[in-house]
């Protein structure tokens, strides 16, 4: 879901799959990408509800070379994704199109300090998917 995810936010944003938004974390090559945003799966567990329902888990990191730009990054796919439900998302190589029934931000972004070179500042924010497995 997590491919299919990104998709839709590229589709639903002005940002671009491998320009400035990546599906994982940022790659090594994205290094000199000032303001870009990643969405990842943290560490956790997909719980499932039911034998057609279950619970996925995401995080999305957003990167500017100043807070306030690393903010509107941010905000930029968390306005794309607030109050969503019965959202199918778009197939990606699969065959299927994932249901979310409930796309549920967990928290506004917040600044979480500088990335590992110490040149962009970091927002992040975590949102859970409620799956229709079927």
């Known amino acids: ?3 299919e995810l990104c998709k839709y936010i590229e589709n639903n944003t002005a940002l671009t799959l491998g320009t400035d938004l990546f599906c994982g974390p940022f790659p090594a090559d994205a290094s000199e990408t000032d303001t870009a945003s990643c969405v990842t799966e943290p560490p956790g567990y997909t719980k499932p509800w039911s034998s057609v329902r279950s619970e996925k888990h995401f995080q999305v990191l957003a990167r500017g070379p100043d807070t306030l ?3 509107t990054a941010s905000y930029v796919i968390y306005n ?3 109050i969503k439900g019965e959202v199918t998302l778009p197939e990606v190589n699969t065959g ?3 249901v979310a029934e409930v796309i549920n931000l967990s928290q506004t972004p ?3 300090g500088k990335d590992a070179t110490g040149r962009r500042e970091l927002y992040s924010f975590n949102l859970v998917i409620h799956e229709r497995t079927s």
């Open 1 to 3: 879901m997590l491919q």
């Open 69 to 71: 730009a690393a903010r």
């Open 80 to 82: 794309a994704l607030h």
């Open 96 to 98: 299927d199109s994932p």
């Open 110 to 112: 917040g600044h979480i």
